[in-house]
């Protein structure tokens, strides 16, 4: 039985791996792939999307554009870790496949009301905005989300884009705390665990040496995605972030959390974007996450090189 899954995304180096992780995997329908402003603008974000796509082979999946900017702000980018395309180490061809028609939240709204209750995970890997935008505008659609399986937030390792805030939850706030407080089944990686799946160098020469365009163009946007890593952590190479969300649908023993209460700050210009995780259990805010503290690093790294060799 495959899980039929819907992935949100603002292609980015990271994200790119992980819909090709998604696209490998046969235990996965990818249903479409919604392209949201994030990393870089909505009009690079959907194009990337289809970059990627045409990489793996996979021309048939839908593709559409979401939300150009946040619910009420404005958009924040962050070419300084993707570079101007969003998906910069390697030159790519422009897609020859097309966005399809319409908007990616009409798409989101219109497949979950298609299926039955609790049919369809939704894979977030940038800001919320397209997900809470179809949360507010169609409530009917709450029941037919499986869950939710989200790469956002931070509690011990704090904040990559300000001092408090993790760049997804930080662009928009608003859209987070609507799908947080939504009551969906939500599974979240922050950067607790995404920092702890650092590329290395032995790593990312496992993806070169797979001898396929795909391992070349994971081996090149890791190689240029972890030089922001290591010249602003000292660390020995890149978190893949957005991966662990689809690796934790196809492996979810390979990763350990806390069911805790995640609530998101959005009054304070100092702390936009915070999660503010109950780690502790210090209040008696009720769960509604699986806060994803640790991973298996080995064990991420072995299924994604396996997956990405099926390319
Ligand atoms: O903070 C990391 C997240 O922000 C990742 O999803 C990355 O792709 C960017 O969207
Ligand atoms: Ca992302």
């Known amino acids: 039985m495959t899980r039929k899954i819907v992935i949100d995304t603002d292609p980015g180096q990271d994200d790119a791996i992980a ?41 048939d999946v839908p593709v559409l554009a979401g939300c150009a900017a946040p619910m009420s702000r404005a958009l924040v980018t962050a070419e300084h870790v993707h570079g101007k395309t969003g998906l910069d180490g390697i030159d790519l061809p422009d ?63 704090v904040g990559n884009i300000t001092p408090a805030a993790e760049f997804n939850i930080y ?7 609507i799908v947080f407080k939504s009551g969906i089944d939500l599974v979240v990686m922050p950067l607790d ?70 609530e998101i700050e959005v009054q304070s210009d100092l702390t936009r974007g915070m999660t503010v995780a109950d780690w502790w259990r210090v209040t008696d805010r009720a769960a509604n996450a699986l806060f994803i503290g640790d991973l298996h690093a080995d064990g991420f790294y072995a299924l994604l090189t396996d997956r990405l060799a099926r390319l």
């Open 19 to 59: 819909i090709l992780l998604a696209l490998a995997s046969p235990e996965l329908e990818v249903l479409g792939i919604t392209a949201v402003a994030g990393n870089v603008p909505l009009p690079l974000t959907s194009k990337n999307a289809r970059i990627i796509c045409e990489l793996a082979g996979n021309v």
């Open 95 to 157: 897609p020859e496949m097309p966005l399809q028609d319409g908007h990616a939240v009409d798409f989101i709204i219109k497949t979950l009301r298609s299926l039955p209750a609790g049919a369809i995970t939704l894979c977030a890997l940038g800001p919320l905005t397209n997900i809470a935008t179809a949360l507010t505008r169609a409530p009917d659609v709450v029941e037919k989300i499986q869950q939710i399986a989200l790469m956002g937030g931070a509690y011990f390792e």
């Open 171 to 177: 662009v928009d706030p608003e859209a987070a705390d």
């Open 193 to 262: 665990v995404t920092h702890k799946a650092l590329t290395t160098r032995p790593r990312i020469e496992a993806f070169r040496a797979l001898g396929t365009c795909v391992g070349e163009a994971v081996a090149s946007w890791t190689d240029f995605f972890e030089r922001f890593d290591i010249a602003k952590y000292g660390s020995q190479g890149a978190p893949l972030h957005d991966p662990t969300v689809i690796a934790y649908l196809l492996e979810p023993q390979l990763f350990s959390g806390r069911h805790i209460n995640v």
